[in-house]
């Protein structure tokens, strides 16, 4: 178990760029999740994969958010046109199902400038 | 949909005093899940106990316990003897059974143990 990892650690882009992000779930772990934490905040949920089948999006992934995992294994998370309101910590998460717990990565801390 | 209420936004504790985090969430659901998460200043969220709310039973687990009360809906959180280690901030998270089985936090509760 190497646990859930994230890449980048850190992006710094310019308003308007596109951005895209990598988590490498818990191998034997089927579900995955991407959450979104801004400062002082809990995380808030964005969506979630099932093996490769994407099953929920949360309202606040606008269009300009894509998310992926075309083999259910790892995820990617796409932000196009990046905006100022985008900053935030994007973490990944996985776990076996039947409601255990999930694991988080480190996250990826997005700086839109 | 469910929603958690954790209204201590900081604690401030002196190291080896005993301190109670509070949980009050809302759901429709009959059954759920309950967890709590620790986030230390590292910034990785750290699975701390999940809870079947047909469990009613308290949990100890070393220094850290857990209250459940369904009747008032809460599920708090108390450490006992704290550690500067324990300065972090937890969230309590309820979770629909089954489905996308995803947590919702709240905006937690950040925790300073002071030596």
């Known amino acids: 178990d190497t646990g859930v990892s994230q890449d980048p650690r850190h992006k710094i882009t310019k308003r308007g760029q596109n951005v895209t992000f990598r988590c490498d779930p818990i191998s034997e772990h089927n579900r995955l999740y991407w959450y979104r934490q801004t400062l002082g905040q809990g995380p808030e949920f964005l969506t979630y994969?099932?093996?490769?089948?994407?099953?929920?999006k949360s309202r606040l992934l606008s269009d300009r958010f894509s998310a992926e995992r075309p083999k259910g294994s790892f995820s990617t998370l796409e932000i196009q046109r990046t905006e100022q309101g985008d900053s935030a910590m994007y973490l990944c998460a996985s776990s076996l199902g039947g409601n255990s717990p999930l694991h988080f990565g480190n996250g990826t801390r997005l700086t839109v400038t | 949909a469910q929603k958690v209420t954790q209204a201590q936004t900081e604690i401030s504790v002196v190291e080896k005093e005993d301190v109670t985090l509070d949980c009050v969430y809302e759901t429709r659901d009959t059954t759920y899940y309950l967890f709590w998460y620790k986030q230390p200043p590292s910034g990785e969220l750290v699975f701390l106990i999940r809870r079947n709310s047909f469990d009613e039973q308290n949990e100890i687990s070393g220094r850290y316990s857990w209250n459940f009360q369904k009747s008032t809906s809460s599920f708090n959180f108390t450490i006992t003897a704290s550690q500067v280690v324990d300065s972090a901030v937890y969230f309590c998270a309820p979770a629909r059974r089954g489905g996308s089985e995803k947590l919702v936090f709240g905006k937690g509760t950040k925790l300073t143990v002071n030596p």
């Open positions: 994969f099932q093996n490769e089948a994407q099953l929920e």
